[in-house]
């Protein structure tokens, strides 16, 4: 899916003069083609395949956990167009074979999903889908937490409230698996 910037620019310039702006003042007057470019930027996830890029490592294997922390989520509520700003927690226990990839590249699917438009339901559990596909592993382990500015800025009003969703598979399904990986987190 290819981003139509033109259209885009032009419904922008519709939007500003339903909200009663004066497209033509100063301001104004490059803002649908900046909105474009933003969008084109921030929508850009539609066109990567997330599962091909966590390419595994040729004769590299592991077998304990491998976890990336704090990597930032940007992304828009589906709802709403607003975004969401929060931290992902990724990780896996590698499979029989050992598979692993390379530590960015987690941190890149995180990224390529959460440009798309979403809902952080189903976020997690893509993040979780594609490191199945990819890797084969034991175990997958998705958190983010993350403010919605559709509850921040308009609705229920309340600032600094978070949203925190977890997506395990695998061996992370065992409730003493996952108050492991929770304790480990935390110490982190």
Not at 38 to 52: C, P, Q, R
Not at 65 to 79: K, L, M
Not at 87 to 95: E, F, I, Q, R
Not at 126 to 142: N, R, S, T, Y
């Amino acid at each position: 899916m290819t981003v139509d910037r033109d259209r885009i620019e032009s419904l922008t310039g519709e939007l500003l003069r339903a909200l009663g702006e004066d497209v033509s003042r100063t301001g104004l007057k490059e803002t649908p083609r900046r909105v474009a470019d933003a969008y084109a930027e921030l929508f850009s996830g539609y066109d990567i395949d997330a599962v091909k890029l966590l390419e595994p490592l040729p004769g590299e294997r592991a077998s304990s956990f491998i976890f990336v922390t704090d990597v930032e989520v940007v992304s828009f509520c589906e709802h709403h167009l607003l975004p969401f700003i929060g931290t992902a927690t990724v990780g896996y226990l590698p499979g029989a074979d050992g598979t692993i990839c390379g530590l960015s590249k987690l941190s890149r699917v995180v990224e390529v999903l959460s440009r798309r438009l979403q809902v952080q339901e189903r976020l997690v559990a893509q993040i979780a889908d594609a490191i199945e596909e990819a890797l084969d592993p034991k175990g997958v382990f998705v958190r983010i937490s993350a403010e919605h500015l559709c509850m921040t800025l308009r609705g229920a009003r309340k600032p600094g409230a978070r949203m925190v969703t977890v997506e395990t598979r695998g061996i992370f399904d065992h409730p003493e698996e996952r108050a492991l990986i929770q304790h480990l987190l935390n110490e982190s």
